[in-house]
């Protein structure tokens, strides 16, 4: 049996649900970016933009976490640096062994520049097929799809909802709502929600982060969601009873029972404060009890992370071999924002033969 190591856990399949395109991108894109459009960055070089992004997501603080996309944001504003930063997204994720991803955006935070709402969305699909088909020349295969992101502070989800609806057979697969949950929960966007349910459109919402069971509770209840984003917080509706069985509440027999999808983010969610060590991220908790758990970045850059590491710290401090990989991984495709059969074919045709190779 191969090692579970990271240049295998490269070679393995993977796939990603929450991983956000303005928290993604290379340091040195953010550097020629800011130089071209004249955004001052807090440091000169590569090394200094990768270590600053590092040490301000490193803070604890959810809120300090955010405003690091103040910097990325403010040069994906044209048409020039949407396609890129998707273009490369796509290209890295695949050098990385992720052969589908889901890829999350805020598009009414492109339009600084004059762009408008169809616009920013084209360039960014744009840029990702271009870096799809030129990861397939390197004879590496990727599949992506966007995820259309509503800013839960705002006053423009049902407009991103119509956004995402009207993009859908265009490589738009959902719709979410983020950014902070206290004080923002998920019912102040019912009309967006109503509108994708109304339009048998998908749709995932941040939840359960930084803020407890009330934003899951509204997000299932209240919203409808598909899935989870982080949902993190769903272990505080679980009793740990010594060595006897774990007691779950209403709610988290509810996710369970439902298997609905959790979007989890494990260094991510030790940075912003959502649990202070990996060693007591609920993650293995929730695996253990059957949650339909999945592998997650959230955002490459902030956490200097990839799915390869992120697999590989989860498999150091939990002991994982290949088949609770292997898994992970099938959960995420399941859990996936496109057809039945095609989610199907990526599992039986991609996912397994891949792990069958590496457990030999």
Not at 159 to 167: P, Y
Request: glycine share 8%; proline share 4%.
């Amino acid at each position: 049996m191969t090692a579970v190591d990271l240049p295998a856990l490269r070679r393995a399949p993977k796939v990603l649900l929450h991983d956000h395109l303005d928290g993604g991108l290379r340091p040195s894109t953010v550097l020629e970016l800011a130089n071209d459009c004249g955004h001052r960055l807090p440091a000169s070089t590569e090394e200094g933009v990768a270590g600053w992004f590092r040490e301000a997501a490193d803070s604890g603080s959810l809120e300090r976490y955010l405003e690091t996309f103040a910097h990325t944001v403010a040069v994906m504003q044209t048409p020039a640096g949407l396609r890129r930063v998707a273009r490369e997204c796509a290209e890295d994720l695949a050098a990385d062994g992720v052969v589908y991803a889901e890829i999350r955006f805020a598009p009414e935070q492109h339009l600084d520049e004059g762009l408008t709402l169809d616009e920013v969305v084209e360039h960014v699909l744009e840029g990702a097929e271009e870096g799809r088909a030129a990861a397939q020349a390197e004879g590496r295969q990727i599949r992506t799809g966007i995820l259309l992101t509503a800013m839960r502070h705002a006053a423009r989800s049902r407009e991103i909802a119509e956004l995402a609806v009207r993009f859908r057979d265009r490589g738009v697969v959902g719709f979410d709502i983020a950014g902070a949950e206290a004080g923002n929960p998920p019912s102040r966007h019912l009309d967006a929600f109503e509108y994708m349910r109304d339009s048998n459109a998908y749709f995932t919402i941040h939840a359960g982060e930084a803020f407890g069971l009330p934003s899951i509770h509204e997000a299932l209840a209240f919203c409808g969601t598909d899935r989870l984003g982080h949902g993190v917080r769903i272990a505080d509706d679980i009793t740990v009873n010594g060595d006897g069985p774990a007691t779950l509440g209403r709610l988290a027999a509810y996710v369970r029972d439902k298997r609905i999808p959790l979007e989890l983010c494990p260094s991510s969610n030790v940075q912003t404060g959502a649990v202070d060590a990996l060693e007591n991220h609920p993650f293995d908790l929730l695996a253990r009890l059957r949650f339909r758990v999945t592998v997650n970045t959230d955002n490459r850059l902030m956490s200097d992370t990839s799915m390869s590491e992120e697999m590989h710290r989860l498999a150091q401090t939990f002991g994982y071999g290949w088949s609770d990989l292997e898994r992970f991984t099938i959960n995420a495709m399941k859990s996936a924002f496109i057809p039945f059969d095609e989610r199907l074919a990526i599992i039986d045709d991609v996912i397994k033969p891949g792990y069958a190779v590496l457990v030999g």
